[in-house]
């Protein structure tokens, strides 16, 4: 069996010199060069299955090397090899054609996986390529053959068809990485192709316990319920009905719900690289009439479904990371700055209300003082579990930073946002940690201020008058909450420090 061959392209002789051994290792034959020249003259020369491209590489970057391998059209896929986290460069490379963009100092499980992933994605579309030729050749075959001109020539229309429609979903789902669209995605196919009374993705891309359950039908609580009871268990997972994520689940009136499920079935597996992650079930009333051919067009499409929901997975992982606080888990300042410049111009343009509330832990140092960080980091993670529990699904809570938090109440009036903040102080106040003989009591004060008063005219005024009713709470005893009408907005504010 011929041997898997790496193009490595790297300046740093150490770096180079370390991947080449562990590469060779493992049975790869490695070529390594220094430079953008040596590079393509080995392009020039020999093709190899893959080439690893450091991005520092000078005069080739991983756009120049796209272009190289389309233009001399080499079959060859690519690596990136990144300095530093960056999502937006990283993704404007995957989309120019990158495989994977991976962070120094390389991870060689991630590296093996990332050369086992596009080795499979290169044999299947060398398969899709056999197929191709095998209609030509099927093609050449009829017009020899006149009498058998019509029947051919149907089946090989079936085939164009089929290799059509598989190329056609290929293209829609690498056009998004949003896993609702790639269900709905699925969903259109499906019904194309075999018309499902009820198609169910029951998927576990995430592994922490949840699964999510797609459906193109208004599904009934209880529906939802039997389905994962039925389903789950072929995930391996326990307390089924408990463990769905309801999100991704179609609610309505229930005299518009679906509420039995049709009797007759067929499930195929999500798989990506040898491990199922979910299930894709279509469900019909009278039982479907699936040929051979019909039912390996269904396991594509669950092949296909199962590669999309993935990838939009650890996008959504990448994303998270970028927008989220890692010690809380609340969206971080940077995403809330944006989206309250985003709700802010919704806000003004539709004449809405909006609601800005800043919340700040009391005398939070003198817990750092007494119980040290790492109580501290607890205190802060149970403050935004209270407020996450408090806030409705619309909200945006942050961490605005050290022990101050900030929710975004989009079309919210002052009078519904103090309702909140007070349910938050009293769930507070209920709250206690046990870090010693006597559990630890906390208090939080807060500052409310809404989009409908002259003063505000843009974002960083909500921010600023919020900010302000916070002080006024601190200075007026804490454990309170005050709103703009509590300032005397034209007097100077003092700029106080407070724990």
């Given at each position: 069996?011929?041997?898997?061959s790496?193009?490595?392209?790297?300046?740093?002789?150490?770096h180079?010199?370390?991947?080449?051994m562990?590469?060779?290792?493992?049975?790869?034959?490695?070529?390594?060069?220094?430079?953008?020249d040596?590079?393509?003259?080995?392009?020039?020369?020999?093709?190899?299955?893959?080439?690893?491209?450091?991005?520092?590489?000078?005069?080739?970057t991983?756009?120049?090397?796209?272009?190289?391998l389309?233009?001399?059209?080499?079959?060859?896929f690519?690596?990136?090899?990144?300095?530093?986290?960056?999502?937006?460069?990283?993704?404007?490379?995957?989309?120019?054609?990158?495989?994977?963009?991976?962070?120094?100092?390389?991870?060689?499980?991630?590296?093996?996986?990332?050369i086992?992933?596009?080795?499979?994605?290169?044999?299947?579309?060398?398969?899709?390529?056999?197929?191709?030729?095998?209609?030509?050749?099927?093609n050449?075959?009829?017009?020899?053959?006149?009498?058998?001109?019509v029947?051919?020539?149907?089946?090989?229309?079936?085939?164009?068809?089929?290799?059509?429609?598989?190329?056609?979903?290929?293209?829609?789902?690498?056009?998004?990485?949003?896993?609702?669209?790639?269900?709905d995605?699925?969903?259109?196919?499906?019904?194309w192709?075999?018309?499902?009374?009820?198609?169910?993705?029951?998927?576990?891309?995430?592994?922490?316990?949840?699964?999510?359950?797609?459906?193109?039908?208004?599904?009934?609580?209880?529906?939802?319920?039997?389905l994962?009871?039925?389903?789950?268990?072929?995930?391996?997972?326990?307390?089924?009905?408990?463990?769905?994520?309801?999100?991704?689940?179609?609610?309505?009136?229930?005299?518009?719900?679906?509420?039995?499920?049709?009797?007759?079935?067929?499930?195929?597996?999500?798989?990506?690289?040898?491990?199922?992650?979910?299930?894709?079930?279509?469900?019909?009333?009278k039982?479907?009439?699936?040929?051979?051919?019909?039912?390996?067009?269904l396991?594509?499409?669950?092949?296909q479904?199962?590669?999309?929901?993935?990838?939009?997975?650890?996008?959504?992982?990448?994303?998270?990371?970028?927008?989220?606080?890692?010690l809380?888990?609340?969206?971080?300042?940077?995403?809330?700055?944006?989206?309250?410049?985003?709700?802010?111009?919704?806000?003004?343009?539709?004449?809405?209300?909006?609601?800005?509330?800043?919340?700040?832990?009391?005398?939070?140092?003198s817990?750092?003082?007494?119980?040290?960080?790492?109580?501290?980091?607890?205190?802060?993670?149970?403050?935004?579990?209270?407020?996450?529990?408090?806030?409705?699904?619309?909200?945006?809570?942050?961490?605005?930073?050290?022990?101050?938090f900030?929710?975004?109440?989009?079309?919210?009036?002052?009078?519904?946002?103090?309702?909140?903040?007070?349910?938050?102080?009293?769930?507070?106040?209920?709250?206690?940690?046990?870090?010693?003989?006597?559990?630890?009591?906390?208090?939080?004060?807060q500052?409310?201020?809404?989009?409908?008063?002259?003063?505000?005219?843009?974002?960083?005024?909500?921010?600023?008058?919020?900010?302000?009713?916070?002080y006024?709470a601190?200075?007026?005893?804490?454990?309170?909450?005050?709103?703009?009408?509590?300032?005397?907005?034209?007097?100077?504010?003092?700029?106080?420090?407070?724990?």
């Amino acid at each position: 069996m011929k041997k898997v061959s790496i193009l490595l392209v790297d300046p740093e002789n150490s770096h180079r010199d370390y991947l080449t051994m562990v590469l060779n290792s493992q049975g790869f034959e490695v070529f390594s060069v220094a430079g953008a020249d040596k590079a393509l003259n080995h392009l020039t020369n020999l093709v190899p299955d893959l080439i690893i491209l450091d991005e520092a590489v000078n005069g080739l970057t991983p756009d120049d090397l796209s272009r190289v391998l389309q233009a001399r059209n080499l079959d060859s896929f690519f690596i990136v090899m990144c300095r530093r986290s960056d999502l937006d460069k990283s993704m404007s490379w995957i989309m120019a054609g990158a495989l994977a963009c991976l962070h120094k100092p390389i991870q060689f499980d991630k590296l093996t996986q990332a050369i086992e992933t596009g080795l499979e994605n290169k044999e299947a579309f060398h398969e899709i390529l056999k197929l191709t030729y095998d209609l030509k050749a099927a093609n050449s075959e009829l017009k020899k053959n006149q009498e058998l001109l019509v029947k051919e020539q149907a089946a090989l229309n079936d085939k164009t068809k089929q290799v059509r429609f598989l190329y056609q979903l290929s293209t829609d789902l690498s056009s998004t990485l949003q896993s609702q669209a790639i269900f709905d995605l699925i969903s259109a196919a499906l019904t194309w192709l075999i018309k499902p009374n009820l198609s169910i993705i029951i998927s576990d891309f995430a592994s922490q316990g949840r699964v999510r359950l797609y459906a193109n039908r208004r599904l009934s609580p209880e529906l939802v319920r039997r389905l994962a009871d039925d389903l789950m268990p072929q995930l391996n997972k326990e307390q089924a009905s408990r463990a769905i994520d309801r999100r991704f689940t179609k609610t309505l009136k229930p005299d518009r719900q679906l509420t039995r499920c049709p009797s007759h079935r067929i499930v195929l597996p999500l798989v990506v690289a040898g491990d199922k992650y979910g299930l894709l079930v279509l469900y019909f009333y009278k039982e479907p009439e699936v040929d051979i051919d019909r039912m390996l067009l269904l396991e594509s499409v669950a092949l296909q479904a199962a590669q999309a929901l993935r990838n939009a997975h650890q996008h959504e992982v990448a994303v998270q990371m970028a927008t989220r606080d890692p010690l809380t888990g609340l969206f971080n300042r940077r995403a809330f700055e944006e989206n309250l410049q985003r709700e802010f111009k919704r806000v003004t343009r539709y004449r809405r209300p909006m609601s800005l509330l800043m919340i700040d832990l009391d005398h939070f140092k003198s817990v750092n003082d007494r119980f040290g960080h790492q109580i501290g980091d607890e205190v802060l993670k149970t403050v935004a579990g209270v407020i996450s529990k408090c806030t409705r699904e619309v909200d945006f809570p942050a961490r605005f930073g050290g022990e101050e938090f900030a929710v975004i109440l989009p079309d919210t009036s002052q009078e519904k946002a103090l309702l909140l903040a007070e349910r938050i102080r009293e769930k507070m106040k209920q709250t206690r940690l046990p870090v010693s003989e006597n559990p630890l009591k906390l208090t939080i004060s807060q500052g409310l201020a809404a989009s409908n008063i002259p003063l505000v005219r843009q974002a960083s005024d909500l921010v600023s008058l919020a900010d302000r009713a916070l002080y006024q709470a601190k200075e007026d005893g804490r454990n309170t909450i005050r709103t703009t009408q509590d300032l005397n907005i034209n007097s100077r504010i003092k700029e106080a420090s407070y724990a």
